[in-house]
């Protein structure tokens, strides 16, 4: 009867590795689904990043075009700065004060 117990021992110590086996490995498959929702948002992230980084780019190279027109470039220090010819002469007209009489 001695040798009877010693297979239920052993069928019981493997049923327990397999279970621990069991629990380990659904533990690791729920840290790596953890791990890929935070990859994916960081990629999402990174992604909307480079879009945004796309659309500055074209809008610098669209600037540094219009800016290349000696003419555009002129128009826009006269704007910013009040950039003149040196040659150029200033006008400034002002209103006529109206007047009230009583």
Not at 10 to 39: D, H, N, P, S
Not at 55 to 64: F, K, S
Not at 68 to 75: G, T
Request: charge should be neutral; proline fraction near 5%; include cysteine.
């Amino acid at each position: 009867m001695h040798c009877m117990q010693r297979p239920d021992l052993t069928k019981i110590a493997i049923a327990g590795a397999l279970t621990l086996f069991l629990v380990f490995a659904v533990w690791q498959i729920y840290v790596f689904y953890g791990r890929r929702a935070e990859a994916r948002a960081r990629y999402e992230a990174a992604d909307k990043e480079l879009e945004a980084a796309k659309l500055d780019n074209e809008r610098l190279r669209a600037e540094i075009e219009y800016y290349a027109n000696p003419e555009n470039l002129e128009k826009e220090l006269r704007a910013r700065f009040n950039y003149r010819d040196p040659d150029e002469k200033t006008l400034i007209f002002v209103a006529p004060a109206s007047s009230t009489q009583p």
